[in-house]
Every structure is written in C-alpha cells, then in structure tokens.
C-alpha cells in the first residue's frame, strides 16, 4: 500500500543485546515485495519486507534512520535506505525507517506493512527499487566518565535486497483529469477526490482509507459464519441502515469498484468490505462474486489487508456451507 519510507519499522522490535565484545558478522538476507508491478504518475506504491538471517551466528541488528550514501543522522555505523532509479537513471534515496532486533541462524522478520506513505513517483517509466542495510558493527555511547565511551557491539554487514521493477503511467482519462485538478498531487486531496473524481484510481485510497482496520484488536467484526446465517434467516441484517454518511459512503465504494481501476494494493479491502455490507442487504450473489474478487490474488503481507483477506474467504466458506445444509435439508 504498498511508502517517509518504513520498509522495516514495524518489521523488527526488540533492542539489541549489550555485552558483546565484537560485532557479528552474520549473513543477512533482505527481500522486498510489492502488489504493484504497475502505478500511475502520483499514485502511491506499497512496499513490505523480510529479513533473515543466514547465520552462522546470532545478529544483533540496529539501524537507525539516514541513507546510505547521504549524511549520517544519529549513529556513524549504521545506515539503512530504499533506493530508488529513475527511467534517466538517476538516484534518490527514502529512509525506511528504524529497526530493531536480535535474529538468531535461521530466524526471518517481516513487515506487516513496509512503507504507511507510499512512494509516490511523478514521472512515466520503468523504475527500479531495492533496500539496503549498512553498519560497521559497533557504536561508542558517552558516559559520564570522560574520555571513557560505553561500545555496543551487534551486527556487522552490508544486505543488498532484490531489486523491483515498477513500472509509471501516465494517467489518462478521468485520472488525467484528477491529476491535473490537484496540481500533481492528488493523493493529497483525498476528500476532494471523492466528490469530484470518484471513479478516478486516485479516488480508491481515499475510499480504503475510511475502511476500519480488521487488524486491530479492539475491533470485533461480527464472525462471517454468524452474520450469514443472520442474514439468511432475516432476508438483511437491517432495514434500513442507520448512518446516512455511512450509506453514502457505502454507495462510493459501489461506483468505484463498478467504474474505476481499482489498484492491487487496495483491491482485497475494498472488495472484501463491500460483500461485507452486501451480505447484511441481504444481497447475497453479488456479495459472494465480491468476495471473489477480494481472494483472487496471492494472500496480501500487510496486516489491514490480510485480514480482510481472512475475512473474504471466511464468508466464501460461510455461503458453501449454508447451501450444502440446504441440500440436505432437502433431501427425500
């Protein structure tokens, strides 16, 4: 969604070992991956990320927000960056943010969600994105003592990703429109999309945006199995929904998803929520060909995502289930 870049913020969490005595020259590997081999000019590409370590020996990874190549922002020994060349063959660099972690031979880390932004890129073309990793493996912190720094000591190395092509469109039709409206910037008017543009593809991150987070632990989503079996024994859910703000909004994702071009990386939320309300309308055919298009895909890596993913395919199981009891109920 996927992206400020934070390939790696969420992607490893624990504070390195202290006591070491030299740095750790494990083998890191990193991987990054996206649902978008194809984006328009001012759309905003998600990226997610794992890392593992090929050992031979325990790694205590830290690395702190800077660039590779650019200045040094808080500890000289450690660098990370999202490296990113233009069609014209220029470099720009993104820091992916903070990383944490102790990773023992073996072990992997993986971001739910690598980059919460985008990357957002302005001109047509075939660019090329990878990650990399640098430290010198030990770092000298002031004490109170003069002359006498503590060192910490973790890993040593330098992880070169794989490299992603993505390809830049130029927008055309309504989207050329949107872009042009906005001045270049559309994903920054994202209220404006929705009334002027609302089939445009700039107009479904704005739509995702308001979908609520199924990863979160305080929401509890009423189980797919149960609201089907509601929903067939009441014809809908509800009458008439109460929220007229949320019937509207209801209605936008319909017109986009009929309309637009509906991004990869926003197609299983969009999808998935839409057969989620469809079902409590007690619409039920054009909920299931909702969840289908929610499930088409490879399973998405970020959290939001998966778990309407889950979701999806918690529902598709609900339906078949619901009509093989009815086959037998049935039965002679």
């Known amino acids: 969604m996927k992206r400020t870049f934070l390939v790696l913020v969420f992607l490893l969490g624990a504070w390195p070992a202290f006591g070491q005595s030299a740095p750790q020259e494990a083998k890191l590997i990193l991987k990054i991956t996206t649902q978008q081999s194809t984006a328009l000019v001012g759309e905003a590409v998600f990226f997610s990320a794992k890392v593992t370590n090929e050992g031979p020996v325990t790694a205590n990874v830290k690395v702190n927000s800077g660039d590779v190549l650019g200045p040094w922002l808080y500890m000289k020994c450690c660098k990370e960056a999202l490296v990113i060349k233009a069609p014209d ?168 998803l009929k309309g637009g071009r509906v991004p990869e990386s926003l197609r299983t939320v969009l999808w998935s929520f839409y057969g989620d309300q469809l079902v409590r309308r007690g619409r039920f055919a054009g909920a299931q060909e909702a969840f289908r298009e929610a499930t088409g895909g490879a399973p998405p890596l970020d959290a939001k995502s998966r778990a309407y993913y889950d979701r999806a395919e918690g529902f598709l199981k609900a339906f078949k289930a619901e009509k093989a009891g009815k086959e037998v109920a049935h039965k002679p």
């Open 89 to 256: 063959g220029h470099i720009q660099y993104g820091s992916f943010g903070v990383l944490y972690a102790v990773l023992k031979p073996g072990q992997s880390k993986t971001t739910s969600e690598a980059s919460p932004g985008g990357l957002v890129l302005h001109k047509p073309g075939q660019y090329e994105v990878w990650a990399e990793l640098q430290s010198t493996g030990v770092a000298a912190f002031p004490t109170i003592a003069p002359n006498l720094p503590r060192y910490e000591y973790f890993w040593k190395g330098h992880a070169v990703s794989n490299t992603l092509s993505i390809d830049i469109l130029a927008p055309t039709g309504i989207d050329a429109e949107a872009y042009k409206a906005f001045n270049g910037e559309p994903m920054k008017h994202l209220d404006g999309l929705l009334k002027r543009f609302p089939t445009s593809t700039y107009a479904g991150y704005a739509l995702a945006e308001k979908v609520q987070d199924y990863s979160n632990p305080l929401f509890h989503p009423v189980p797919p199995a149960k609201q089907v079996k509601m929903a067939y024994e009441e014809g809908k859910t509800y009458v008439i929904f109460p929220d007229k703000a949320f019937e509207k909004y209801f209605q936008q994702v319909g017109t986009f």
